[in-house]
């Protein structure tokens, strides 16, 4: 491709609602431009990254044995109804009406549609096991939607389903698919982590993220450097402390602690470690009639340590809190504890509530937490002898850098990962709620195991920014750039040599299959560089009269801080050396 045939949109300032830098450098790049809230034109520069990013998943999900469909973007409410998925998936998923009044809506995902045909399609043992994917349009009403295609209303995605006869075939399929987004991955050239993760709302069993290591990702990844143990923090276990409780040593006292409702606050003004703090977090749960209206709740007080914070998938896999749940209201909180929120704590109630502690509290002796008085603080507080020895007590906290490593390894680390693939063994959450069902090899029908496998496939550019970037731009791994090798020829109107010498290296590079752009613009050299700087274009070849003259031409990769010369007649093989061709 020839830059003058091209179209090049850079800018030199990004706009101001572009909060992080891969939404700043797309779009100074002229990768991607706004059009409304979350949705963007994918002009030609990011577009032709968005194909190779494509075509690489198309590749590893063929390999794998997958087959390719697409299906609309508009689909039935009907479908939907069936799973109860309609009215579950909230206000993020957009629902229209025809001319006729019939509902329908725009996909966000699409479980119920693939396991429709499956159920039509797949009708006997002997067609199983069978993987369906398509990469379709998305989309997903955001609240606030930001970060440019981090996350953005309107997206590419690569989503897979399987469908196999048994768990056991089921879990096979599942590692097929794990094992084909690591080759992905690899693919890309990017670090990512495998995490185990939590299913969320399309629900399931075995469940793992593909988390891009980004210092701007919005999800923490747990790791232990000593082994291969690497989950989501929302699925990582803290584990039960090993060391037993020590004795009471301290009376109850209740302490003046005027204006402190912050646990860090309470333990600063006291001298005391905030680890000897326990925070109060009010919780309720409602029984509703089949009018859907509240008849009864319950109110729940979760107990952690000052210091940790609260994992709200975990507490949603406590008993009684599994079906639902939400924060008690102000008023809740003060019939039943007799304060308003900032001075709470377990001793002195109005009225009974369901207590959940966390592991690391039930260990605790002496600690201090509110007093269910404004302004005021119990320490001293013990296990047996002022409260009841806890009936519940669960794992309810995010881990923290320095927690033993489940695995047993060694300590765990933190770091930050954006997700850009997800894969789920689901069972048949969704072939039982459509009766999807097909002959087993008893002669009796049987509902089928499925999976199901996601790629972020517009993210994943971003994603792969948001690592790879410095003052100067993006810098693309050679497999998903927009081009691999920009040629630079300096004042070509100028010297004829160089145009000719510019234009038989382009024409070889094109002959070798080489992804080339040549810049025939006639820019100013240091306007041109700083275009493909930005741009991030890996390799570049700068062509001028007195290289030409020497026999050598300049040769920098876009991570290189000077060039270097080459002869011109090694550039070829130069140039398959760096791309490993």
């Not at 320095?402 to 789920?424: M, N, T």
């Amino acid at each position: 491709m020839k830059a003058s045939q091209f179209l090049i949109s850079t800018l030199k300032e990004a706009p101001a609602d572009a909060e992080v830098v891969s939404h700043q450098l797309m779009t100074r790049a002229g990768m991607i431009k706004k059009l409304g809230a979350g949705i963007y034109n994918y002009m030609p520069m990011g577009l032709r990254v968005v194909r190779k990013v494509e075509a690489i998943v198309r590749e590893e999900m063929n390999r794998a044995g997958a087959v390719e469909l697409t299906m609309p973007v508009v689909q039935p409410a009907e479908l939907w109804q069936e799973t109860g998925r309609f009215d579950k998936m909230g206000p993020e998923m957009m629902r229209i009406r025809d001319r006729h009044g019939r509902d329908f809506v725009i996909q966000p995902t699409s479980e119920e549609v693939v396991t429709d045909i499956a159920r039509q399609e797949l009708r006997s043992y002997k067609q199983l096991p069978k993987n369906l994917y398509q990469i379709q349009t998305k989309f997903r009403d955001e609240r606030r939607p930001r970060f440019g295609l981090m996350r953005g209303r309107e997206f590419v995605m690569k989503d897979a389903y399987s469908f196999d006869r048994d768990q056991t075939s089921a879990k096979a399929s599942y590692q097929v698919m794990a094992a084909a987004y690591r080759r992905i991955f690899d693919r890309f050239g990017l670090t990512y982590r495998a995490v185990a993760a939590d299913s969320g709302a399309i629900g399931g069993d075995l469940s793992e993220e593909f988390q891009v290591i980004a210092a701007t990702g919005e999800d923490a990844i747990v790791y232990c450097p000593n082994s291969d143990y690497a989950a989501n923090i929302e699925k990582a276990e803290a584990l039960a402390p090993t060391q037993s409780r020590p004795a009471a040593s301290q009376p109850l006292t209740q302490v003046p602690t005027p204006s402190k409702t912050a646990c860090a606050d309470v333990a600063i003004l006291l001298g005391v470690p905030l680890q000897q703090t326990v925070k109060s977090i009010v919780l309720a749960t409602d029984q509703l009639n089949e009018q859907g209206e509240i008849v009864k709740s319950q109110v729940w007080l979760l107990l952690l340590r000052g210091d940790h914070e609260m994992n709200e998938i975990k507490v949603a896999k406590v008993p009684g809190l599994d079906q639902g749940f939400r924060f008690a209201s102000t008023a809740e909180i003060v019939e039943h504890f007799g304060c308003e929120p900032g001075y709470l704590g377990p001793l002195t109630l109005q009225k009974p509530v369901k207590l959940v502690v966390d592991r690391e509290v039930a260990v605790l002796a002496d600690w201090i937490c509110g007093a269910n008085v404004v302004d005021l603080h119990t320490t001293g507080v013990n296990w047996g002898r002022d409260l009841p020895e806890p009936e519940l007590v669960m794992d309810l906290r995010n881990v923290v850098a320095g927690d033993k490593s489940p695995d047993g390894q060694g300590e765990l680390a933190i770091e930050r990962g954006i997700e850009v693939g997800h894969v789920f063994y689901l069972g048949t959450k969704y072939s039982k709620a459509m009766n999807a069902t097909f002959l087993a090899e008893d002669g009796k029908p049987a509902f089928f195991e499925m999976g199901c496998y996601g790629i972020g496939i517009t993210r994943l550019p971003a994603a792969a920014i948001e690592q790879n970037h410095d003052e100067r731009g993006i810098i693309w791994p050679d497999a998903i750039a927009p081009f691999t090798v920009v040629l630079c020829p300096i004042t070509p109107d100028r010297f004829p040599a160089v145009k000719e010498a510019a234009e038989a290296l382009y024409a070889q590079l094109l002959a070798e299959g080489i992804d080339v752009m040549l810049d025939d613009r006639g820019e100013r050299p240091g306007a041109m560089f700083a275009d493909w700087e930005l741009i991030g274009v890996p390799h570049r070849i700068t062509i001028g009269d007195r290289g030409l003259k020497e026999g050598v031409v300049e040769y920098q990769h876009r991570r290189d801080t000077t060039a270097t010369k080459i002869a011109t007649t090694d550039v070829l093989a130069h140039l398959k050396g760096q791309l490993g061709v």
